[in-house]
Nanobody
Framework: QVQLVESGGGLVQAGGSLRLSCAAS????????MGWYRQAPGKQRELVAT???????NYADAVKGRFTISRGNAKNTVYLQMNSLKPEDTAVYSCYARWRLSDYWGQGTQVTVSS
């Protein structure tokens, strides 16, 4: 079983920046794929970005060039640096991990971008 804990959400003005952090526990091995999804009110959850253990990244078109996903030096940590935030980025951001053919999700952290 993998547990994911996020931190770093908050309220920011349009054009500002936030950095989200996620730490996974419950696995003594490196989790191959970690990432971030988001869900805005009234919308389906959508991919933001993923990163593998060999640092292969994938981004949603809506965030390319503005967001950067990275893995930390500590095992099974992942970060999301969000720059040039827009009001449409407002959502609950959830950390994601795929481990042994199962998907795991954190509880989520709220990101609100004011115009």
């Amino acid at each position: 079983q993998v547990q994911l804990v996020e931190s770093g959400g908050g309220l920011v003005q349009a054009g500002g920046s936030l950095r989200l952090s996620c730490a996974a526990s419950g696995s003594s091995f490196t989790i191959n794929t970690m990432g971030w999804y988001r869900q805005a009110p009234g919308k389906q959850r959508e991919l933001v970005a993923t990163i593998t253990s060999v640092i292969s990244t994938n981004y949603a078109d809506a965030v390319k060039g503005r967001f950067t996903i990275s893995r930390g030096n500590a095992k099974n940590t992942v970060y999301l640096q969000m720059n040039s935030l827009k009001p449409e980025d407002t959502a609950v951001y959830s950390c994601y991990a795929r481990w042994r053919l199962s998907d795991y999700w954190g509880q989520g952290t709220q990101v609100t971008v004011s115009s």
